[in-house]
């Protein structure tokens, strides 16, 4: 969905290093969400904001942080990349006020850690 | 938990109705039951909501029975665009915020 915009969308590093992944969305949501997916598997929740000042932590967050600069960003940190954070990450976002939490995703960042 | 069960995979050939059911029998009084679609390495997408009886939008109708404990996704006369990967949806616990992707539904489409 283009009204989610992930930055950037491929991406190689190196084991250590500290790498940031960025979304903005244009829809005016105030929730927000970032999911890993491995191959062959489903998507799993890392962190979930409500709003600007509420930060939650979702199934697999350990070696993740997140920051919720504004109501239309969410950036996610891997403070010191590993190999098996090697996947397709991608953001979402959904309005409280609207039908029951549909959300809305990116196009994703596929990220790959030597 | 909230836990939904679908078939790994299905194949069809085009031009055929599909339908592939999602169990969740521990489906919560308000709970809806949400259905995504996903193409290789892109987003899951919004197919269909409901939360009982039937629900039909331009591309897909969702049938809930009364117990609510399964769900339906129905595809009318399907097309080679349509193989993708499958997600029924229910809330985890705790409320609506929070969606658990089990691993989905392939759907294969045979010309």
């Known amino acids: 969905d283009a009204d989610v915009t992930q930055t950037p969308r491929n991406r190689i590093t190196k084991t250590g290093k500290r790498i940031m992944l960025e979304c903005s969305q244009t829809k005016g949501h105030d929730r927000m969400y970032w999911y890993r997916q491995d191959p062959g598997l489903g998507l799993r929740l890392i962190y979930y904001s409500f709003d600007v000042k509420d930060i939650n932590k979702g199934e697999i967050s350990d070696g993740y942080s997140v920051s919720r600069q504004a109501q239309a960003k969410f950036s996610l940190s891997l403070e010191s990349a590993i190999p098996n954070q090697t996947a397709l990450y991608f953001c979402?976002?959904?309005?409280?006020?609207?039908?029951?939490?549909?959300?809305?995703f990116g196009a994703g960042t596929r990220l790959s850690v030597l | 938990l909230a836990k939904t069960t679908q078939p790994i995979s299905m194949d069809s050939y085009e031009g055929q109705e599909v339908n592939i059911t999602c169990s969740h029998n521990?489906?919560?009084?308000?709970?809806?039951i949400t259905w995504y679609q996903q193409f290789p390495s892109q987003g899951p997408r919004f197919i269909i909501q409901?939360?009982?009886t039937k629900v039909t939008n331009e591309v897909a109708s969702l049938f809930i029975p009364a117990d609510r404990k399964s769900s339906t996704l129905s595809l009318p006369r399907v097309s080679l665009s349509d193989t993708a990967v499958y997600y029924c949806?229910?809330?985890?616990?705790?409320?609506?915020?929070?969606?658990?992707f089990g691993t989905g539904t392939r759907l294969t489409i045979i010309p």
């Open positions: 409901g939360y009982k």
């Open positions: 949806l229910v809330p985890t616990p705790g409320g609506n915020e929070k969606l658990t």
């Open positions: 521990n489906i919560a009084t308000n709970d809806y």
């Open positions: 979402a976002t959904s309005d409280a006020r609207g039908a029951k939490n549909i959300q809305y």
